[in-house]
């Protein structure tokens, strides 16, 4: 087959238009997910304390809240049509087990939060205080929910529990009520979750953060007395508060996101080597920073080009000892291959494991787990230094300060962005990655398993997944243009402390705040 061939075939086609919009719909989920608490949290200051400049920080942040969510919503339905159309081979065998979250998710989680999204918005002035602070919550807590059951759909492809195998349809079923029970405790979900949840807190806290501390600065370096009065009593404590924010989130992110790596050193032992640059089985295995070709199979004699490599720590991330053995790409392929063809059920459908390669692509997921590091590090250092600049009381005028805080405020998207590139690109050639332990038992849900290639729709030709794949893409592109310039009309247009914002005894909101 030729390259272009193969560029244009509708299994490629099919693999980039999901990656695109995944990718860019992932860019709303996090700060829906981590603005909708932080929103909430302002107004629940206001409300106990009946400091105004809380309320400010509310309506400020909850327009940009509202703007992220419905593009979110947008962007997100194109991703359940295309399950049905470029994947209905996949669709088709685990459709038993993949759609009862899917469903669950929209007919609770997604109508609980866009319910209370809609009353917190026009319930400005209608609404008591309490009530409204109340919709705002359950907003928050709908937009969580709805991440657990979409996570979970995506853990069980990651780490098939609670199906089993029938030959005779050759599709998943699920295993009873114990089957549901099992995916939603899949121990996968836990760690992708939390996970997933603090990287959130720290992309809200982040542009929080960011925002705040370029206003903080910018006022108080131009806006004369009255300036420097509304950086220390509003900007100051709102920044502040992000930052917290952003420092809980980010120590969530790093220890969630180590003990999940541990996790997939057990499941999903091939993505791991990979990602640590690891060719054979190594005690002690050090970690690589930068790598330049991949790991070979079999006796090629090719080695990757490897710069500064730190003896153990690969093996200390993944089993807490500098000395532990870690299990290395020549050797993952060969047992891999050992366990695929002691499964009858395999061999019927798959043929000969021997002659698949069940490398992932080596470089994505090398680069693509590190640039996840690098980028979220940006946030960190937004914290460190704009609580030192702002410790004990005090508002920095620093230039720098502000425009490293605006220029931090993309850095952790483009890190959650790299985590999802890392997660299902790592997982390949799988559409849905074998039970390790289950293969190694002889259970049934061993036989619970997809390769990529056997998931994409028979019945739709390239051209058509092309075609729609353009055309999404033009869409989303224009969809990030006006995303971008909302959010910055409504960041440049700021708080303004002097107006009115008292919604008691109102009987119309304040449509400015009413989007």
């Not at 244009?8 to 700060?31: E, K, S």
């Not at 996949?90 to 007919?107: H, M, N, Q, T, W």
């Not at 919709?135 to 979970?152: E, F, N, P, Y």
């Not at 000892?321 to 059920?345: K, Y």
Request: proline residues 4%; hydrophobic residues 50%; aromatic residues 14%.
């Amino acid at each position: 087959m030729t390259l272009a061939q193969t560029a244009f075939d509708a299994l490629t086609l099919g693999r980039w238009q999901f990656g695109i919009t995944t990718v860019y719909h992932f860019l709303q989920v996090p700060l829906t997910i981590g603005l909708s608490l932080l929103v909430a949290i302002m107004q629940t200051i206001w409300h106990k304390t009946g400091k105004e400049a809380w309320l400010h920080a509310t309506r400020f942040f909850g327009k940009i809240f509202l703007i992220n969510f419905a593009l979110g919503v947008a962007t997100g339905i194109v991703q359940e049509f295309q399950f049905g159309m470029n994947w209905s081979e996949y669709s088709r065998f685990v459709g038993d087990i993949f759609g009862a979250p899917l469903a669950v998710e929209a007919l609770l989680a997604f109508f609980l939060e866009s319910t209370f999204i809609g009353l917190w918005i026009f319930g400005w002035g209608r609404l008591s205080k309490r009530v409204h602070l109340l919709c705002i919550w359950l907003a928050a807590i709908g937009t969580s929910v709805s991440a657990l059951w979409i996570l979970g759909a995506n853990s069980w492809m990651q780490h098939p529990v609670g199906a089993v195998y029938n030959p005779e349809t050759g599709r998943a079923e699920l295993d009873g009520v114990t089957g549901f029970l099992d995916v939603i405790f899949n121990p996968v979900l836990v760690w992708e979750y939390t996970h997933v949840i603090t990287s959130a807190w720290m992309i809200a806290g982040t542009l929080v953060a960011g925002l705040a501390l370029w206003w903080m600065t910018r006022a108080a370096r131009e806006g004369g007395e009255a300036g420097k009065a509304e950086a220390r009593d509003m900007w100051r404590p709102v920044a502040r508060f992000g930052m917290l924010v952003t420092i809980i989130g980010g120590l969530g992110t790093a220890a969630t996101g180590h003990f999940q790596g541990q996790e997939l050193v057990e499941l999903q032992p091939m993505k791991m080597a990979v990602a640590e640059g690891i060719c054979v089985d190594t005690e002690g295995a050090a970690f690589t920073v930068a790598q330049f070709g991949g790991c070979p199979l079999g006796d090629s004699g090719q080695t990757p080009t490897k710069f500064i490599e730190i003896p153990g720590v690969a093996s200390f991330m993944s089993h807490n000892s500098f000395t532990a053995p870690a299990a290395g790409v020549m050797q993952e392929q060969e047992r891999m291959v050992e366990l695929l063809n002691s499964n009858e059920d395999f061999v019927a459908t798959y043929g000969d494991a021997a002659q698949y390669d069940f490398r992932p692509p080596q470089m994505a997921t090398f680069w693509s787990f590190r640039l996840m590091m690098a980028f979220g590090a940006f946030s960190a250092l937004l914290a460190a230094w704009g609580l030192w600049a702002t410790r004990k009381g005090q508002v920095s005028q620093s230039k720098a300060l502000g425009t490293f805080a605006l220029w931090s405020i993309p850095m952790p998207f483009i890190a959650a962005s790299f985590g999802w590139i890392f997660t299902e690109m790592g997982r390949q050639p799988w559409v849905v990655h074998p039970n390790i332990a289950g293969l190694q038992s002889g259970d049934p849900v061993g036989s619970v398993l997809m390769m990529t290639d056997f998931g994409v729709s028979t019945h739709v030709p390239a051209w058509q997944v092309g075609a729609t794949m353009v055309l999404f893409t033009l869409l989303y592109g224009v969809l990030g243009v006006i995303w971008v310039l909302l959010i910055k009309r409504y960041a440049q247009e700021g708080i303004h402390p002097n107006k009115s914002t008292s919604t008691e005894g109102s009987d119309t909101a304040d449509l400015s705040f009413g989007y």
